[in-house]
């Protein structure tokens, strides 16, 4: 019988993948994910954590603009500080506070984790905007890591919701990912996270700038929150990682572009999904969720 990791490679994704811990994972980043575990957190680390395609990219630059305390962009794309790719000696060449970032659940996540002071920001984001925009980034993008030179699926929209809904994308387990998030103050009682959502950052940005410097304990002045917000606009943010910025870390897509910042709208899912596979969705978090489709 294939396994997940199988099936996904046949359907289409053109990436060694292997199954691990129950699973679908890259190949490549296995072994980093089993020293992971005993990573040494820093009392001061903040720890952005997101499913992928949910603005990882957007808090990412407002997070290290709020511990800056000002509207001042990184030097580096985000990928330098993304735990599960990063090896230990570049993340600990990292200047405290630093601002790491990943797709793990909480369970991959190093266990010191939860006995730090250290501060973790969990972004959420209309799951079916997520398809749309990681569906966007597979089709196009041709990772130098991936020896087939072939965008990273190349397989049919369709069976690409499939494999989402299955849980077989290499990017993460969606309801797995989603449960434990939801259920980690059960787990880890006196950790407290902050929990904000892509929709909500573009309805009031400033608002929730605010919420995470409160959250991070760091005052801002309401002229600071408004410049952090302008500077992370679609169109600032895009300009700054394309132009602005070290481009070491920037992975580059097809013909040099940067799809990670594609149309940056809520609900473009309508442009994409049939009726009858926004139903289906909805019925399949509906069950695995527990919960009405919330968006
Ligand atoms: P779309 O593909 O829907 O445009 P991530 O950073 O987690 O990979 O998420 C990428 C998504 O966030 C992309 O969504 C991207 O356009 C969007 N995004 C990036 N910067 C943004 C910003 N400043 N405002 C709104 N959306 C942004």
Redesign the pocket.
């Known amino acids: 019988m294939a396994t997940p990791a199988e099936k996904a490679m046949a359907a289409g994704i053109n990436f060694d993948l292997v199954m691990f811990e129950g699973f679908v994972h890259y190949a490549m980043i296995v072994d980093n994910l089993t020293k992971l575990k005993d990573f040494p957190i820093r009392d001061d680390d903040v720890l952005l954590c997101?499913y992928?395609?949910?603005?990882?990219?957007?808090a990412w630059e407002i997070l290290n603009m709020i511990v800056a305390g000002k509207a001042e962009y990184a030097e580096h794309w985000q990928n330098s500080a993304w735990l599960e790719y990063r090896t230990q000696e570049e993340l600990e060449k990292l200047a405290s506070p630093r601002i790491l970032h990943t797709h793990l659940r909480p369970s991959q996540l190093p266990h010191a984790l939860w006995d730090k002071q250290c501060k973790v920001i969990y972004v959420r984001r209309n799951p079916k905007?997520c398809v749309?925009?990681s569906f966007?980034q597979f089709t196009q993008q041709i990772w130098k890591e991936n020896c087939s030179k072939k965008q990273i699926y190349t397989g049919s929209w369709n069976d690409y919701i499939d494999l989402y809904l299955d849980e077989y994308l290499p990017s993460g387990p969606y309801f797995q990912h989603t449960i434990e998030w939801a259920n980690i103050s059960e787990i880890h009682e006196e950790f407290e996270i902050c929990r904000v959502q892509y929709e909500d950052m573009?309805k009031d940005c400033v608002q929730e700038i605010r919420r995470m410097a409160d959250y991070l304990g760091r005052q801002l002045s309401d002229r600071t929150c408004q410049e952090i917000s302008e500077a992370?606009?679609?169109k600032n943010?895009k300009h700054a990682n394309e132009n602005l910025k070290d481009q070491t870390y920037h992975f580059r897509w097809q013909n040099g572009s940067s799809g990670?910042?594609?149309?940056?709208?809520t609900g473009?899912w309508k442009n994409w999904f049939t009726v009858a596979q926004s139903d289906r969705f909805d019925k399949i978090y509906e069950k695995r969720l527990k919960e009405k489709f919330p968006y």
Do not use: A, M
């Open positions: 997101t992928p395609k949910s603005g990882t990219h957007w905007d749309v925009s966007c573009k992370c606009s679609f943010l990670y910042f594609r149309k940056g709208t473009d």
